[in-house]
């Protein structure tokens, strides 16, 4: 029987599923440089406080100059809808009316995150195409959940080539109740077939694990590095450090 092996211990998940920022991608590599051109577009669509870059910033979790991102924050564990809802907030109190703060918000974002700026910064997290070339090679199945939107998470997955790889992509718009709700993996293994006592789930944040022990996943898998090992060692079955030691 197919299975995956962590720290000598084998596993036989039916799907094998996966967050997306943090996990499949390199969260900092990947983001710090566009939240930069996001904040940037942002700014050159109002006339801005000295203090609003990094308001804004501050707002999200997110900072720039320091290379650190809050994995606590709004922007690690929010949905895309959350994100422009913080930062629209940051605008209006800046005194911009509710409605122009969020226009000015979503026609930056369309600049920012629906073109050639949001793939040019898209990194892989290391190990990750080759996990599941892997993981195809074996029959067994990959998926992604994410709280990003299905159609810009699927944009992301063709421009780092591992779209042809995963089996079904589901985002916050799929389903009634995004992370820490179980609702992703229960649809990911509906469409399989599949008990979540069948599937794997590997990501990076609480909201992850918290999803995964709310589906009462096979195994539930931490990867380090948005957050500590320890904290992530409390809310899952395994912490691993590097997608490299699924095997």
């Not at 039916?14 to 990947?30: E, N, R």
């Not at 983001?31 to 940037?40: H, N, Y």
């Not at 996990?131 to 780092?160: C, F, S």
Request: hydrophobic residues 45%; charged residues 25%.
């Amino acid at each position: 029987m197919a299975h995956i092996e962590i720290f000598g211990k084998h596993y036989d998940p039916g799907v094998v599923i996966f967050d997306k920022d943090g996990t499949l991608l390199d969260f900092k590599a990947t983001w710090l440089g566009i939240i930069r051109e996001l904040i940037s577009a942002i700014m050159r669509r109002v006339h801005p406080s000295e203090t609003l870059s990094y308001g804004l910033q501050k707002a999200l979790g997110v900072f720039i100059d320091e290379r650190a991102i809050d994995g606590g924050g709004p922007f690690a564990m929010g949905t895309a809808e959350e994100v422009n809802t913080v930062l629209a907030g940051c605008l209006y109190h800046e005194g911009l009316r509710w409605d122009k703060a969020q226009a000015v918000v979503k026609n930056a974002e369309q600049e920012v995150l629906k073109g050639p700026i949001r793939s040019r910064n898209l990194c892989p997290a290391k190990g990750g195409i080759e996990l599941l070339e892997r993981l195809k090679a074996r029959g067994i199945r990959t998926a992604l959940a994410t709280n990003d939107n299905q159609a810009d998470a699927q944009g992301d997955m063709q421009a780092i080539g591992a779209l042809p790889l995963l089996d079904l992509v589901v985002g916050a718009d799929s389903v009634r109740r995004t992370k820490p709700a179980p609702d992703m993996i229960l649809l990911i293994c509906e469409r399989f077939g599949l008990s979540p006592h069948q599937a794997a789930m590997v990501g990076d944040t609480l909201m992850d694990a918290q999803m995964g022990r709310n589906a009462r996943v096979m195994v539930n898998i931490g990867l380090s590095g948005t957050l500590s090992r320890s904290e992530l060692a409390a809310h899952t079955d395994v912490v691993i450090e590097s997608l490299d030691q699924i095997r």
